[in-house]
Each structure stands twice: as C-alpha cells, then as structure tokens.
C-alpha cells in the first residue's frame, strides 16, 4: 500500500439490510477507505495526492474512500491559505471524477467552493461511475476562524453507493449538533461519515479554528523532536465538546 495514511474499514451490509436482501445493487459488504493525507501545497498537488489514493483503492477493491474536511485547499482559520480559486476547484473537481472513473472507486472529497451566498466548506461525494451525487455543505460554523471565512447552506442531503444510503457531518457539526447526524439515521442512513479537520503540533495563533493558542517549551524528559504541548488537553474549545 503505497498511500500514506490510507485505512481500510469493513462494513458488512448485514448490520444495514434485511436478512436475505442483498445482491447487485446490495452487495454482501461495503469496503470502506478512510484517508488522512498531509496538508498539500496547493490544489494541483493535492489533487495528485488524491488520485494517488483512489488508484490504491481500486486496487484493494475499495467501494468508498472518504478524504478530510476541506482538504482542497486546506481549512481557513489555521495555516494562511491563497485567496479562493473556483475555477482551480472546478478543474479539479473535474479530474476527480474521471479518476473515480477510471478506477471505479466512489469517493467523499472535502473542497471550498464558492457560491452566491460565500464560500463554503463542502463535501463531494462521487460515484464509481465518476457521476457526481450531490455535496453536503457544513451548515454548523464553528466559532473562531471558521465563521469568518465559511459560509452555511442551510440544507442536509442523503446519498447513496452500492445500495447503501449514508449521510455526511463535518466536523463541528457532528461533535455538538447531534441533530445532524440524527436527520440522515431517521431517513434510513446506514453510514454517518464524518470527514474534519483536527489541528496538528504547530502553534496557531489567537483566533485560529481550534479556538486556542498552543505553544512549545522544553519539558524535562521528554524528547524535544516532538514536543509536548505545555497547554492542559481539555482546554481547547473541541476538546471540551
């Protein structure tokens, strides 16, 4: 496996269909890849990162591969990210789905994408025929950087791949709002995913998406090529959700 952070989850349809109910269009499992890449340097290499993994996919028989929140271009509110670019976005969109094409892998791709109301921080879900199914846009900003960058819709969807009906939560959205992952589950979701983004160990600054400030210093012990953060766990505003 030549993807780097590149999972294989197995979700067997016994757990989602009546007994006896599958075939063709409700296959006996669905094969699951989960994918946490590191951050790309701008949408082209991201989109190459991208690729990468669903032709990994293809080849381990993967049905779906869900990639981070806003992995292109990276999510605003932490690292300094270019002004937004749609058109790059639609070409790369674009490129996405001929790859799922090609290798007949559906895929959960998290993009900016600007509209007439802002921008927005969306989810695309692709099919294995490269059809694009529709997006789940995050409707629940989290405070911070977030709320100053992104913009809600205001509208929940459910999708569907090999028989499967599965919605999407980003983030935020499914850590404090349990109400939207209860609207895919009273629809008949048998998946919720929940691509997102969590921080890193870099300092961010005051304002940034993850609501705190983490700094560095030397601490006795611990070995300083990866160093602890000197800021309590529990005081960010994530992890107190």
Not at 138 to 158: A, F, H, L, S, W
Not at 192 to 209: A, L, M, N
Not at 217 to 232: I, K, L, M, N, S
């Amino acid at each position: 496996m030549n993807s780097p952070l590149f999972f294989l989850v197995p979700f067997l349809a016994s757990v989602s269909l009546a007994a006896g109910a599958a075939d063709e269009a409700h296959p006996a499992a669905l094969r699951i890849g989960l994918a946490s890449l590191k951050h790309p340097d701008d949408i082209p290499a991201g989109v190459g990162k991208i690729k990468q993994v669903i032709a990994d996919a293809g080849r381990q028989q993967v049905d779906i591969v869900c990639f981070s929140e806003t992995y292109l271009p990276g999510l605003r509110g932490g690292d300094a990210l270019p002004p937004p670019n749609q058109p790059v976005l639609e070409n790369a969109l674009r490129e996405l789905q001929a790859a799922c094409r090609e290798h007949r892998v559906a895929a959960i791709v998290g993009m900016e994408w600007v509209t007439h109301r802002g921008l927005e921080n969306r989810a695309f879900v692709i099919d294995a025929s490269g059809e694009l199914l529709g997006h789940q846009t995050k409707d629940q900003i989290t405070p911070g950087g977030e709320e100053r960058n992104y913009v809600p819709e205001g509208t929940r969807r459910m999708f569907k791949v090999k028989g499967v009906p599965f919605g999407i939560v980003i983030c935020h959205e499914g850590w404090r709002f349990p109400e939207t992952v209860r609207w895919a589950t009273v629809r008949g979701a048998k998946i919720i995913f929940q691509p997102q983004v969590t921080g890193g160990d870099k300092e961010r600054p005051p304002g940034s998406s993850n609501g705190s400030r983490v700094t560095f210093g030397q601490v006795p012990g611990v070995d300083q090529a990866r160093p602890e953060r000197t800021e309590a766990w529990g005081k960010s505003y994530y992890e107190m959700a």
